[in-house]
């Protein structure tokens, strides 16, 4: 007895059974990537290739730049200083923007606030970062404290810790008082602030 050929209507159920599970393959091995994957980007932070070996006690290294406000020199600085050290790329970064523009109209008056781009790659990730890229940052995220762009990643070199963005608070005296990376509460880097003043 011959086999009954198949009919139209199983042949696309079985298309549509084979399609659903090439598609669940797919889900499960992108959720396994993304769990194992050192290059996703983590909740809090994004993670860097630079670390220094500053802690909270530290005397802090002194640092000049050119910011959108003007020149800084931290040791020229009259009160305490909150320094952020982050990624024009790194999302993290970008979000915690809001945080600190909040806080620099808080505190912009009593705290000399500073962003310094610590990160060799430009804003979309892959060319080489340039100042255009910190000035697209400032405008495209309404940045509104003073930022500056160091081509030698000087202050990377000495600030940065493991994650962008890594945000300093620093003493009249030049003590770092308080030090975090990744994404922080404005309460949490308000505390931080005002135990400085």
Not at 20 to 32: C, E, F, K, N, P
Not at 116 to 134: F, L
Request: aromatic share 8%; glycine share 8%.
């Amino acid at each position: 007895m011959k086999a009954r050929a198949a009919t139209p209507p199983d042949r696309r159920r079985l298309i549509l059974y084979i399609t659903m599970g090439v598609i669940a393959i797919g889900l499960i091995v992108a959720i396994g990537y993304t769990k194992v994957n050192p290059f996703a980007v983590p909740e809090a932070a994004t993670a860097t290739n630079t670390q220094s070996s500053l802690k909270v006690g530290s005397t802090a290294p002194d640092f000049s730049v050119s910011t959108t406000a003007g020149p800084f020199t931290l040791s020229s600085a009259q009160t305490p200083v909150f320094l952020e050290v982050f990624a024009t790329w790194c999302p993290h970064c970008q979000r915690e923007v809001a945080t600190i523009n909040t806080l620099y109209k808080r505190y912009g008056k009593q705290v000399q606030f500073v962003g310094v781009d610590g990160n060799q790659s430009g804003m979309d990730g892959n060319s080489p970062e340039t100042q255009a890229d910190v000035i697209n940052f400032v405008a495209r995220l309404g940045v509104q404290y003073p930022i500056a762009f160091d081509p030698d990643l000087t202050v990377a070199h000495q600030y940065l810790g493991t994650g962008y963005p890594t945000l300093i608070v620093i003493d009249k005296n030049k003590k770092i008082t308080s030090m975090t990376e990744g994404e922080q509460p404005e309460a949490a880097l308000d505390k931080a602030i005002r135990a400085v003043l």
